[in-house]
């Protein structure tokens, strides 16, 4: 597979790298198109690469140790993943996952260290994704210790809308596939009470579903129930 040049060049990241910075970065990578419900790396597994996802997207799970799995990241076209290098760790704490067909640029991790010295933007890249993942993931935990599971999922998924909101018709469309067995593992809680409450939302028009597919057609109204239901 040929890499679309023109393609990395429209990425933030590498927007002001010059002609032969970036033909050398890309000539060390390989492109990887990872089918609807492939693995890129699992949980576990050795470090040996680092990945710059180009298109589709991603969820990264984990499984903790009393067996239950949950979504700790979405990895969305333009984003770094999987630099287990600079979180000083020689295996991937998390399994990413293909939720469409996407496509992915990697590089040997041993890489790592020349690239970040030649090219300062890509560290500074790196540590803001750190950064973004620590802040939602204390958010998350936050959110889990205070508030009601009802709000906790408004949360979820204004925050999906965000990352990944697409304008369709009156509403904004979550524009990956997600299913309410997603949307139970970035909460915390179960299949049962997702679909309970996204029937709810239905029936006040907050929210249209479907087959792993979610549409919010209130942002106003479910702002107001995330903000201020009654924990």
């Not at 000539?27 to 198109?33: E, I, S, T």
């Not at 979820?156 to 299913?179: M, N, T, W």
Request: hydrophobic share 40%; net charge neutral.
């Amino acid at each position: 597979m040929k890499i679309d040049k023109s393609l990395v060049r429209s990425i933030a990241l590498f927007d002001r790298m010059s002609d032969a910075d970036l033909d050398k970065f890309l000539g060390h990578a390989v492109p990887r198109r990872v089918p609807t419900g492939e693995a890129v790396f699992e949980q576990g597994a050795a470090a040996t690469h680092f990945f710059l996802l180009l298109h589709g997207r991603l969820k990264v799970t984990q499984v903790t140790e009393d067996g239950q799995q949950i979504i700790v990241r979405v990895v969305h076209p333009g984003d770094l993943f999987g630099f287990a290098k600079a979180l000083q760790r020689s295996d991937y704490p998390g399994t990413a996952l293909a939720v469409s067909e996407s496509i992915a640029l990697c590089w040997p991790t041993e890489l790592w260290p020349q690239f970040i010295d030649r090219n300062p933007r890509l560290a500074v890249t790196a540590m803001q994704t750190i950064g973004q993942r620590l802040e939602e993931a204390h958010t998350r935990i936050r959110e889990m210790s205070t508030q009601e599971v009802e709000r906790r999922v408004a949360h979820a998924v204004l925050r999906l809308a965000e990352q990944a909101g697409k304008k369709e018709g009156p509403g904004v469309r979550i524009d990956f596939p997600i299913s309410r067995q997603d949307i139970a593992e970035m909460t915390g809680t179960t299949l049962h009470t997702v679909s309970r409450i996204l029937s709810a939302w239905e029936g006040k028009g907050l929210v249209e579903g479907g087959r792993q597919k979610l549409i919010i057609l209130d942002i106003t109204g479910l702002t107001a129930l995330a903000d201020h239901a009654k924990d």
